[in-house]
């Protein structure tokens, strides 16, 4: 099949394009490289079934494919919350764009939602059916609403104009490729960690994160596009054994043979205390279940990070 990524450099992106590469599609990796990195898609230059197109998705695009992954827009919450109004035209015109595009050549999109549509969870674990408990005013909302919105206007497509969509909402992903600066948890801790630097925690360390490694996760988007029409989601791509924040850290420490204490400071605004993905969905729907556990993947992660610093 021609399939297109935006994103496809990003840390979720390069693996998903990774993927579908050695799967002997012909992959159109979409992607401005204001977070993803050229380094993260260098290997697959050389590909005959590979192809970048460097384009900023908001922006219109003409291009005949058959799946689409829309997976482009800035994940962590100091990439999203540096140019806010950005992050939102790239959530809502790059929905809108990929849909269009979905719509004039009949191919299948999937949209990459995120477990932040559910913000601060009264439920818990959450189910696709919650529909969140989200502050539309706050730092955090361009990423947030910017997400539901998308959400919104797939689901307005598919009723109104018959789009062929699938969303699927991913929980807390971490592996190779991740930017070290990119302010996420596991990076932030395997990064001081090796440096034998403070752990640096906010709040007590008692918030909860369920932690999904990216092999795991891409397995999951893959089986997601390829299910039937039926089936459009949202469904919750995650891991469901949760931890605590400093369950992390004492586990990333051990694991880097770290001399890295522990410090706390403020919690930032709008941070969700729990995080936990209900997956009976996908487990129905697609036959699917992580089969990574956090140490396997952490050990994976901290040497990726060892042979980049």
Not at 126 to 141: A, L
Request: one cysteine or more; hydrophobic letters at 35%.
């Amino acid at each position: 099949m021609k399939i297109l990524v935006t994103g496809g450099a990003g840390f979720l992106g390069s693996h998903l394009v990774d993927k579908l590469v050695r799967q002997k599609h012909q992959v159109y990796c979409l992607d401005n490289f204001s977070t993803g990195k050229r380094e993260n898609i260098s290997h697959l230059m050389t590909e005959n079934n590979f192809e970048l197109i460097i384009h900023d998705i908001t922006n219109p695009i003409e291009l005949n494919v058959d799946q689409i992954y829309n997976l482009a827009c800035p994940a962590s919450p100091p990439q999203y919350q540096f140019d806010p109004v950005k992050t939102i035209r790239t959530n809502i015109l790059g929905a809108i764009n990929v849909l269009d595009l979905a719509r004039r050549t009949g191919a299948q999109v999937l949209q990459a939602s995120t477990s932040e549509i559910y913000g601060d969870p009264e439920v818990h674990p959450q189910p696709e059916s919650y529909w969140g408990r989200v502050n539309p005013i706050g730092i955090r909302s361009c990423y947030d609403e910017g997400k539901r919105s998308a959400e919104t206007v797939f689901f307005d497509y598919w009723r109104q104009y018959r789009t062929r969509i699938k969303v699927v909402r991913i929980f807390n992903t971490y592996g190779p490729n991740m930017d070290p600066a990119d302010g996420r948890v596991v990076s932030n801790f395997i990064t001081q960690a090796l440096d034998n630097n403070p752990i640096t925690i906010y709040g007590n360390g008692q918030q909860t994160r369920s932690f999904c490694y990216v092999d795991d996760l891409i397995n999951a988007v893959i089986k997601t596009m390829n299910t039937t029409d039926l089936i459009t989601g949202p469904i919750n791509i995650g891991n469901p054994t949760e931890f605590t924040v400093l369950q992390l850290a004492k586990k990333i420490i051990k694991l880097t043979n770290s001399s890295s204490g522990i410090i706390h400071k403020d919690l930032p605004l709008d941070d969700p205390k729990q995080r936990q993905p209900d997956i009976s969905l996908a487990q129905a729907q697609l036959g699917w279940n992580p089969n990574i556990n956090l140490t396997d993947g952490l050990i994976k992660t901290i040497s990726y990070f060892k042979r980049n610093k």
